[in-house]
Every structure is written in structure tokens, then in C-alpha cells.
């Protein structure tokens, strides 16, 4: 989720099934002024969800945005059998290894078919993965450094960050210091990350003799109402955990969707005029030797669920 801030809320039913809530409390108001960083993450999440169920034997029912008349009830989620899509069941390992690596990746290329998977399972899932190369992704990465740029010069922005990365100890979120590279010496072609205050991350000894292989990816869509950028999420995760299972690294960069300019500039010169960028993704091989990441940090059940008879901690999502 956007800055780990994990926006969400579940309740489960008596039938047993699962609600998805969005949490408003954690929109990012300035970062994310239209929400769609929070529609994302709550997606990637229920696509989680639906993989674990997966995972241990069960088929599930997805059904998006079942209340029109609350906005913040954004799926239901009913098991219905024990005959889950194997295809999502391969996917269940791989959501406790993924992690996002935002260091520098390994010189060796990634192959055309291994891209080629990615791009099958955002097709799988209503959206559009496409590989961004030659001249058109140098021009991605001055998109990229351009949103951060302007970014910075949004009033609010910098308090907001330096909330999220300044946690207090066991809050169980935020973008943690140890999970963030700091500057450092960049070649030409290098994919800048989002700057924050207080990055401990190094990169791995001896990367910076060698060319990162990076692939840059836009996810997009062919609409932009809640219900696309909620199946985008899905795609997100889909597309996340399968890179995980086949070894890859990947880094999820919003930024440059955040900002109107930037992401005009992306749907115009990079994906197409008549689609909506919802994601930019970096993949590629993890550095050689690179150290093993920290687990970011998740907030414990009783803060983000809701049983029968059982309220979750802090306002009902259902009153929302």
C-alpha cells in the first residue's frame, strides 16, 4: 500500500463472508488527493485475500462495490467451495516473501517471456502491462524526476511524508528508514526512488560497477472510475506476486501518477491518449549477494478487523 499505510478495513459476516472497507482515516490527503492510491491499495489487497483463500482450498466470489450508497464498502468476498483457480493458488507463497526492493538490481537482462507472464496476468485482470524501452523509457525516468520536483513543491507534501516515515516504535505501518536507499552516486538510466527523510538503506557493495538491468512497466487501464482503479490494484497484486514466484524484484512507483502533469505526460507520450496509467513498476533481478530486506511492519487484526458480534478497534467501518 501507498507509504504502507494499509487503508483498509474487513468484516466478517455471519455467512462467512469477507467485506472489504476503505479506511478514510488513512487517505494520504495531499499525496493522494483523488484517492486512487488508496482504491489501489485496498485492490492489491483484496487480490491478496482472494489468493490466500486460494491458498488454503478455497473458491471464492469476488463482487466489487456492492453498496452504491457507501462509497467506502469497496468489495464482498464469499467462499463458496473447495475447488480454488490453481493459477491463484500458485500465487498464495509468494505473499510472504514479496517485499518491495528499491535498491540498484542485477546487469542481467530479463527475458522477453519471463515480461511476458507479467503481461498475461494484468491482461487476466482487466488491465494493461506494458514494457517501456529505448528512447521512450529515458523519457519515463525524467517523468518520473519531473513528479518529484513538483511534488515537493505541494503545499503539505513534506509534513506528510516525513509522517509515514517517521513512525513511532510498533505503530505497525509507515515506510520504514531501513527499507530506503539514500543518495548516492546514480548512473545514467537509473530509476530514481521517491526521496525521504531519513533513509538508512545502502546498496549493495560493488552495484554501482555495473549497469542495473531494470525493466520499467506502466500498468494502465482503459477507464478511471473506482471500479477500474480497484481491478488495477488487483492487477498490481497479480502482477507483483508473480514476479515474486519467478524471482524477480519489483518496485511499485506512484509518484509520477500522483501528480496531474506527470501522469497526462505518461497516458500521452508513454502508454496511450485513450488509456489511464494507473502504476509505473520496476522489475528485474535482485542484485547478486544483495542483503535479505526487513519485513515491513503490519497492523495487528485488531485494528483492521471486524468479526460477528465483534467491533474492530477504532471507528466501525460500517458507520462510514
Same mark, same amino acid.
Given at each position: 500500500?501507498?507509504?504502507?499505510?494499509?487503508?483498509?478495513?474487513?468484516?466478517?459476516?455471519?455467512?462467512?463472508?469477507?467485506?472489504?472497507?476503505?479506511?478514510?482515516?488513512?487517505?494520504?490527503?495531499?499525496?493522494?488527493?483523488?484517492?486512487?492510491?488508496?482504491?489501489?491499495?485496498?485492490?492489491?489487497?483484496?487480490?491478496?485475500?482472494?489468493?490466500?483463500?486460494?491458498?488454503?482450498?478455497?473458491?471464492?466470489?469476488?463482487?466489487?462495490?456492492?453498496?452504491?450508497?457507501?462509497?467506502?464498502?469497496?468489495?464482498?468476498?464469499?467462499?463458496?467451495?473447495?475447488?480454488?483457480?490453481?493459477? $491463484? /493458488?500458485? !500465487? %498464495?507463497?509468494?505473499?510472504? +516473501?514479496?517485499?518491495?526492493?528499491?535498491?540498484?538490481?542485477? =546487469?542481467?537482462? @530479463?527475458?522477453?517471456?519471463?515480461?511476458?507472464?507479467?503481461?498475461?496476468?494484468?491482461?487476466?485482470?482487466?488491465?494493461?502491462?506494458?514494457?517501456?524501452?529505448?528512447?521512450?523509457?529515458?523519457?519515463?525516468?525524467?517523468?518520473?524526476?519531473?513528479?518529484?520536483?513538483?511534488?515537493?513543491?505541494?503545499?503539505?507534501? $513534506? /509534513?506528510? !511524508? %516525513?509522517?509515514?516515515?517517521? +513512525?513511532?516504535?510498533?505503530?505497525?505501518?509507515?515506510?520504514? =528508514?531501513?527499507? @530506503?536507499?539514500?543518495?548516492?552516486?546514480?548512473?545514467?538510466?537509473?530509476?530514481?526512488?521517491?526521496?525521504?527523510?531519513?533513509?538508512?538503506?545502502?546498496?549493495?557493495?560493488?552495484?554501482?560497477?555495473?549497469?542495473?538491468?531494470?525493466?520499467?512497466?506502466?500498468?494502465?487501464?482503459?477507464?478511471?472510475?473506482?471500479? $477500474?482503479?480497484?481491478? %488495477?490494484?488487483?492487477?498490481?497484486?497479480?502482477?507483483?506476486?508473480?514476479?515474486?514466484?519467478?524471482?524477480?524484484?519489483?518496485?511499485?512507483?506512484?509518484?509520477?501518477?500522483?501528480?496531474?502533469?506527470?501522469?497526462?505526460?505518461?497516458?500521452?507520450?508513454?502508454?496511450?491518449?485513450?488509456?489511464?496509467?494507473?502504476?509505473?513498476?520496476?522489475?528485474?533481478?535482485?542484485?547478486?549477494?544483495?542483503?535479505?530486506?526487513?519485513?515491513?511492519?503490519?497492523?495487528?487484526?485488531?485494528?483492521?478487523?471486524?468479526?460477528?458480534?465483534?467491533?474492530?478497534?477504532?471507528?466501525?467501518?460500517?458507520?462510514?
Amino acid at each position: 500500500s501507498v507509504y504502507n499505510s494499509q487503508p483498509w478495513r474487513w468484516r466478517i459476516s455471519a455467512t462467512g463472508g469477507v467485506d472489504l472497507y476503505a479506511d478514510p482515516d488513512r487517505h494520504l490527503i495531499t499525496t493522494d488527493s483523488q484517492g486512487r492510491d488508496l482504491l489501489l491499495s485496498c485492490g492489491a489487497a483484496l487480490h491478496h485475500l482472494t489468493v490466500a483463500l486460494a491458498g488454503l482450498g478455497w473458491a471464492t466470489v469476488t463482487t466489487p462495490l456492492p453498496d452504491p450508497e457507501n462509497l467506502n464498502h469497496l468489495a464482498r468476498v464469499q467462499p463458496h467451495g473447495p475447488t480454488p483457480d490453481p493459477g $491463484a /493458488a500458485r !500465487l %498464495a507463497p509468494a505473499i510472504q +516473501r514479496r517485499h518491495t526492493d528499491r535498491r540498484r538490481f542485477s =546487469p542481467a537482462p @530479463v527475458p522477453t517471456e519471463v515480461l511476458d507472464a507479467l503481461i498475461e496476468q494484468a491482461t487476466a485482470h482487466g488491465a494493461e502491462l506494458r514494457a517501456v524501452t529505448d528512447a521512450a523509457r529515458g523519457h519515463l525516468i525524467e517523468i518520473i524526476t519531473a513528479s518529484a520536483t513538483l511534488q515537493q513543491q505541494q503545499l503539505g507534501y $513534506a /509534513a506528510e !511524508l %516525513a509522517q509515514w516515515t517517521s +513512525r513511532y516504535a510498533h505503530s505497525g505501518d509507515g515506510i520504514q =528508514p531501513g527499507s @530506503v536507499v539514500g543518495p548516492g552516486v546514480d548512473r545514467p538510466g537509473d530509476v530514481p526512488m521517491r526521496p525521504t527523510p531519513h533513509p538508512e538503506l545502502t546498496q549493495p557493495p560493488h552495484s554501482f560497477q555495473h549497469l542495473d538491468a531494470s525493466v520499467l512497466m506502466v500498468l494502465s487501464t482503459d477507464s478511471d472510475d473506482r471500479r $477500474a482503479v480497484l481491478g %488495477a490494484g488487483e492487477a498490481m497484486s497479480a502482477v507483483l506476486l508473480t514476479a515474486t514466484n519467478l524471482g524477480l524484484a519489483t518496485t511499485p512507483l506512484s509518484q509520477p501518477l500522483e501528480i496531474d502533469q506527470t501522469r497526462t505526460a505518461i497516458s500521452t507520450h508513454i502508454v496511450d491518449p485513450e488509456r489511464f496509467p494507473q502504476l509505473v513498476l520496476r522489475v528485474g533481478w535482485p542484485y547478486p549477494g544483495a542483503p535479505e530486506l526487513p519485513l515491513s511492519p503490519r497492523r495487528t487484526l485488531d485494528f483492521v478487523l471486524q468479526s460477528p458480534g465483534r467491533s474492530a478497534v477504532g471507528q466501525d467501518p460500517l458507520s462510514r
